[in-house]
């Protein structure tokens, strides 16, 4: 009886082990998925973060590669299942990441692109699908590969219905509005209403000219008001470059110039737009009759205690939008937003906010912000031109309430007025609080009408 036990235990062992079988696959998926996923994060928010879309996008291609390549070797290597499926998309991606990183494609190729990737991108997820069932027999496959190559497939999707909608969706500008040729490039202004001076409205970051519309026909019932989208945004052409405070000042120049529409102006500006603003005073101070500040940013943000984070991070994160884009999420998002707006308005607006080459300029505009501010720095008095400060008082961080009192210094002629209970972006896209922003607006120009001090 023992003679016959012994054989009968040896024989067991082998059937136990090819039972389970050799290393654990489902932790080498696990362990790919996330280490493509750290890849990736630390990819595009820390080598490369807040570089260009082409470089990102490559980035993350590049970390989609690297956790299949991860995949086929780990399986190949430690288990008994290995995924030979995974070695095709991962050379594919791989390549096609390294490509973009290398030869930066211009924005005209990467909408061709548009028409291809999303395509190359569903046959690899069939094909991935298609290996997994025939190679993976563990619990991972469902609960960890089927939902990333979901995801996957969204994203595929995403893009093709992008690229349709940016071919066929037409943004025309309002009536009233047209381009002027200014320094070789084509800038986009428009008046309404009539009367001196003329009011110049500068766009905050994110923002194009459908974001004035409550306060510009409220504004033209009183005198000429004007808006204009900078060089590289909504429906301008195509900007140089990064531009600096001067060079965007010497723009608004040669526009107004172009335009016919005479000095000197009142200039409004919201968010960044009232640095522009003060740039402009500063460069070309004869041409500048009084100004209002609606919420607007200061010289002086760095100094802000929570500022230079906030830079850190939104500069990094900012980066990720227009790739984001490509794939239709900003587009969803947008569908969301600009809901306060009058319904033309509110269109052009969300069709700028989803456009992957608008994000891309804010993401090129947020990136200078430090030049433009040390160079404002440069105002230091309007003299008594009337200077008027608007606050919101909903959502604010430390420090921004004195930073506007601080801005009100700059004219002996200044009011500085909170508004209770509205928000940085309620001033311009809510018709209520959009009001309090246009009255301060005609004070200004009331002021210089009659030269007489600013009333509240």
């Keep these: 009886m023992s003679s016959s036990a012994g054989p009968a235990s040896t024989v067991a062992h082998p059937e136990v082990e090819r039972k389970h079988g050799r290393g654990h696959i489902g932790l080498v998926v696990l362990g790919s998925i996330t280490g493509g996923l750290i890849l990736g994060l630390t990819l595009t928010l820390g080598v490369f973060g807040g570089g260009r879309e082409n470089v990102i996008t490559g980035a993350a291609l590049i970390a989609l590669a690297f956790g299949m390549l991860m995949l086929f070797e780990l399986a190949r290597r430690r288990t008994d299942q290995p995924q030979p499926w995974a070695l095709v998309p991962a050379l594919g991606v791989g390549v096609g990441g390294l490509a973009l990183v290398i030869l930066g494609p211009s924005d005209r190729v990467l909408g061709w692109l548009g028409w291809v990737w999303p395509v190359l991108l569903l046959l690899v997820v069939v094909w991935s699908v298609r290996g997994a069932r025939r190679s993976l027999h563990n619990w991972s496959r469902r609960a960890l ?29 309002p009536a009233g509005g047209r381009t002027y040729l200014v320094a070789g490039r084509s800038l986009y202004l428009r008046c309404t209403g009539s009367g001196s001076p003329a009011v110049i409205l500068f766009n905050g970051l994110g923002e194009r000219t459908p974001s004035w519309a409550w ?23 195509k900007a140089p470059g990064r531009q600096d405070a001067h060079q965007l000042s010497a723009d608004v120049s040669g ?10 102006y009142v200039l ?27 919420d607007s940013a200061t010289p002086y943000q760095f100094d802000l205690p929570w500022y230079p984070r906030f ?6 994160g900012s980066a990720l939008l227009p790739t984001l884009a490509r794939a239709g999420v900003a587009r969803a998002y947008s569908l969301a937003s600009f809901s306060s707006l009058p319904s033309d308005a509110r269109r052009a607006a969300r069709a700028f906010g989803s456009s ?11 990136a200078q912000l430090p030049t433009v501010f040390r160079q404002d720095k440069a105002l230091t008095s309007l003299g008594g031109k009337p200077l008027f400060v ?7 961080m430390s420090g921004w309430s004195a930073a506007q009192s601080e801005l009100a210094t700059l004219s002996t002629n200044s009011v500085h007025e909170t508004t209770h209970g509205a928000t940085h972006e309620a001033l311009l896209a809510d018709r209520n609080y959009a009001a309090v ?20």
């Design 311 to 316: 830079y850190s991070l939104w500069r990094r």
């Design 145 to 173: 590969l089927y939902p990333a190559f979901a995801i996957l497939a969204l994203i595929a999707l995403g893009g093709a219905f992008e690229t349709v909608a940016e071919a066929t969706t037409e943004n025309n500008p």
């Design 268 to 294: 409004a500006g919201h968010s960044v737009g009232g640095t522009y603003a003060l740039a402009y005073a500063m460069d070309y101070p004869k041409d500048v009759a009084g100004v209002a500040l609606i």
């Design 356 to 366: 992957p080459r608008e994000l891309r300029a804010d993401r090129d505009e947020f």
């Design 215 to 237: 306060v510009q026909e409220d504004v033209a019932r009183q005198t000429r008001v004007c808006v204009f989208d900078r060089a590289g945004q909504g429906w301008s052409g």
């Design 437 to 456: 922003s246009s009255r301060a607006i005609d004070a200004v120009v009331r002021s210089v009408r009659t030269s007489g001090p600013l009333a509240r």
């Design 390 to 396: 608007l606050s919101a008082d909903v959502g604010q």
């Design 255 to 264: 526009l107004l110039a172009a335009a016919s529409v005479p000095g000197p």
